[in-house]
């Protein structure tokens, strides 16, 4: 069977259907840095590179995971959504690569813990995103 690729989404469309479909509540926590043209163009490149790669299947997931916790890359065949962030912010200069982008997970992004983004770079607090019923 086929699973989705990498996809860029609507943000407000994502959420509605986050809150409504799946009924739950979603957080966010925002980028706090200076966001330079070429931080900007590197990303664009990775999320071109990026469009329409799979997401694996949950053993390969966690595979791709455990090899980047013992510091291996992943082959580039497939990603999942912590790795997306992950080498996105590497390629912004905003991660150093001394992990590689398949190291990283969820929690990693949520939490903060064991994040040293470069140059002044932070994650804010988190805050709830909500959305009007109706």
């Known amino acids: 069977d086929q699973h989705r690729?990498?996809?860029l989404h609507d943000l407000r469309?994502?959420?509605?259907?986050?809150v409504?479909?799946?009924?739950q509540r979603p957080w966010m926590r925002q980028l706090d840095t200076t966001i330079t043209a070429a931080m900007e163009d590197q990303l664009l490149r990775e999320i071109a590179r990026a469009d329409g790669l799979p997401f694996?299947?949950?053993?390969a997931l966690a595979?791709?995971?455990l090899r980047?916790?013992?510091?291996?890359?992943?082959?580039?065949?497939?990603?999942?959504?912590?790795?997306v962030v992950a080498r996105a912010y590497q390629v912004m200069g905003l991660l150093d690569g001394a992990r590689p982008a398949n190291a990283f997970?969820?929690?990693?992004?949520?939490?903060?813990?064991?994040?040293?983004?470069l140059?002044?770079?932070r994650l804010g607090e988190e805050i709830a995103v909500r959305v009007p019923r109706g």
């Open 5 to 7: 690729g990498v996809q």
């Open 13 to 18: 469309e994502a959420v509605v259907q986050w």
């Open 56 to 59: 694996p299947r949950t053993a």
């Open 119 to 121: 140059g002044g770079a």
């Open 20 to 23: 409504t479909r799946y009924e």
């Open 105 to 117: 997970d969820p929690g990693t992004f949520w939490s903060g813990d064991d994040l040293d983004l």
């Open 68 to 83: 980047g916790r013992v510091r291996r890359h992943a082959p580039i065949g497939v990603t999942y959504c912590a790795e």
């Open 63 to 65: 595979g791709r995971w």
